[in-house]
């Protein structure tokens, strides 16, 4: 199969596109900004597309400090290029493997969100990701949206929570905490992110699928995780909540579960494997 990757040199494209090329006989394209391109030039796009069979589209702004800062810019690569991105998969028949977000369940005020839980996105980037899914909405016997879990692993972006506290742990810092803590997230290694992603383009399963490790951690949990793993103790400090904050984040696997996809790595294992990269 030949699959093009968009978002290729991000942090999750950067492991996906590894994962694919040393797990599977897939030939793997590129296409990023580093390298010269851009989802937001259709005439671009549409020539990377000849010859290809699936497209995973990953490029997007994905940072939310950046997407509240940047609303417009936001609404342009993550709605408008997966605009460009749809069409051009339509016309050159190739699968269309959407990744959204978790996050656009948002606070749906439901113990657990599967793929047929109403999406109540709190914040810009969320909702821009709802906004790109809607798209797609009548073409999912074609193509495919993932529900991506917040990931993290060696090489995350600094700004994601579980490096900001890893970090700060490890240089003896105070680990500032937005609200009480007690908001709730299922952390998911970007390996079995990864997985996931390849066990739907391996199945040439259609529709929505959640991807998303089965530990539900609260803040506070986290952080005595990462304590643990350092060998560290954490000073927390308090400050006021972000707004939009999802309260609570447990995510049903179960649709991609009954297609063979387990995830590997526990939350503590997880931790170690990042630790271990810094060290």
């Known amino acids: 199969m030949r699959v093009l990757v968009t978002g290729s040199e991000g942090f999750l494209g950067q492991r996906l596109c590894a994962l694919l090329e040393t797990e599977t006989d897939h030939e793997i394209l590129r296409y990023d900004l580093q390298l010269g391109h851009n989802v937001l030039n259709a005439r671009q796009f549409d020539a990377a597309l000849d010859g290809v069979d699936a497209c995973i589209h ?33 016309r050159h ?15 749906n005020k439901l113990e657990e969100s599967d793929e047929n839980s109403p999406l109540a996105p709190t914040e810009i980037y969320a909702s821009s990701k709802a906004a790109g899914e809607s798209l797609l909405a009548d073409q ?26 890893l970090n700060a742990l490890l240089n003896d810092e105070p680990l500032q905490v937005h609200g009480d803590g007690q ?37 506070l949990e986290l952080i005595a995780l990462l304590s643990k793993v350092t060998n560290k103790v954490a ?45």
Request: aromatic fraction near 8%.
């Open 183 to 219: 908001q709730t997230r299922c952390y998911t290694h970007v390996d079995d992110v990864s997985s996931g992603i390849i066990c739907i383009l391996e199945s040439e399963a259609t529709g929505v699928f959640n991807i998303a490790g089965e530990e539900e951690l609260s803040v």
């Open 58 to 90: 990953l490029a997007a702004i994905a940072d939310l400090y950046i997407a509240e800062k940047n609303p417009e810019r936001t609404q342009q690569v993550n709605v408008e290029a997966t605009r460009i991105v749809l069409e051009a998969c339509n």
């Open 235 to 279: 000073h927390v400090e308090f400050v006021d909540d972000r707004v939009g904050q999802i309260r609570k984040s447990n995510i049903s696997s179960k649709r991609l579960n009954s297609l063979g996809w387990w995830p590997r790595y526990t939350i503590e294992d997880g931790l170690m494997s990042c630790l271990s990269s810094i060290e």
């Open 93 to 107: 028949d190739v699968r269309l493997l959407f990744a959204s977000t978790v996050c656009a369940y948002g606070n």
């Open 140 to 165: 999912l016997e074609k193509h495919s949206i993932m529900r991506l879990a917040t990931f993290y692993g060696p090489g995350m972006r600094q700004s994601l929570a579980t490096s900001v506290f």
